[in-house]
């Protein structure tokens, strides 16, 4: 298991939107940037690029020379994040949400429960071999419950109703439709030969699922005999029509397709195709429908943030970002076994 730094959800949706600030205030020397009256001090930086060479030195990798491309894009990575995360915040205030030290250490104890057993040790083990400090963790858990808290906020009020199901069903209803079905069992060869030399021993007689066994070269259905289900429409046309007008019982004479020769019989009747009512998926459907109209939601609340900070934000020389950030190296905790 890893402890990976990344951004979270609603951070990246809103970083990903985000453009390069047009405020012209003067940035106070031990700053990297200004977000209205708030200041991203040079202290807050430089504490994310240390993070983030610890992390590149905990995976042997060597981190990037000042100078090159590369570090310039750690750079831009580490002022947006803080720029982006210091947004969230202001808002967040304006939203009436606030994060107390409780929530973050409730928090902290599930994360170390649900992947160390509740073990310290375990738990400081990881964060050494990481190179990870208490502080970012801690910072990283409060932008993971402030992004969450955010979310919540912002679609609370978003609703599916029971016209928009049911539009969504009609519209995509064979997705939910279950196509006639039968069981057969078939034998698969390379040449008309020897399919019409099967054909033979099993009109005299022979035992299907021998044969199968020994001759078929489908390696799905061989060993059982050459049973297989199959739904109309999901196998090779020639395959499938002739699976789907056999009698049950009856055994085909031999089929080609771009695989072989076919042998097919039919062991049951067809089972005919099948409607899921709408009842029946109803709730799939709405969750789904709801999730997307949450996104939605929260796309243009991030727009909307955007534009409202487009031009509150001011950087020092030097500390200017790209004109859109991509996904930084240096933000909340999450963890991958």
Not at 159 to 188: N, P
Request: hydrophobic share 35%; net charge positive.
């Amino acid at each position: 298991m890893r402890l990976i730094r990344f951004l979270p959800l609603l951070l990246l949706v809103v970083v990903l939107a985000a453009g390069c600030g047009g405020g012209k205030k003067s940035v106070p020397a031990n700053a990297v940037a200004l977000v209205g009256s708030d200041t991203i001090t040079k202290a807050q930086f430089n504490d994310l690029m240390a993070g983030a060479e610890r992390n590149y030195k905990s995976q042997k990798k060597a981190f990037p020379k000042p100078g090159t491309t590369q570090y310039k894009t750690i750079e831009d990575q580490a002022v947006q994040y803080l720029v982006q995360e210091d947004e969230l915040g202001q808002r967040a205030k304006e939203l009436s949400i606030s994060i107390t030290p409780k929530e973050v250490q409730t928090r902290l104890k599930q994360l170390k429960t649900q992947y160390f057993g509740g073990s310290e040790t375990k738990y400081k083990a990881q964060l050494k071999a990481q190179g990870l400090t208490q502080a970012q963790i801690d910072q990283d858990l409060y932008a993971q419950i402030l992004s969450e808290k955010l979310y919540n906020k912002v679609t609370k009020d978003v609703k599916v109703t029971d016209s928009e199901v049911k539009a969504y069903y009609l519209a995509h209803k064979s997705t939910y439709g279950q196509a006639a079905s039968r069981d057969v069992r078939h034998i698969l060869v390379n040449n008309k030969k020897l399919a019409d030399q099967l054909e033979v021993q099993l009109k005299n007689g022979a035992d299907f699922a021998k044969l199968a066994k020994k001759y078929s070269k489908d390696p799905g259905s061989a060993a059982k005999g050459g049973k297989l289900t199959i739904s109309k429409g999901q196998t090779v046309p020639a395959f499938d029509k002739e699976a789907f007008a056999l009698k049950t019982g009856e055994t085909s004479p031999p089929v080609h397709t771009q695989y072989g020769w076919h042998i097919i019989q039919a062991l049951s009747a067809v089972k005919p195709a099948k409607q899921t009512p709408l009842a029946s998926v109803k709730a799939s459907i709405s969750q789904q429908l709801l999730q997307t109209k949450k996104t939605n939601v929260m796309t243009k609340w991030a727009d909307q943030l955007k534009k409202d900070f487009a031009k509150k934000i001011s950087y020092a020389t030097g500390y200017e970002p790209a004109a859109t950030a991509t996904t930084a190296t240096t933000g909340t905790t999450s963890t991958n076994g």
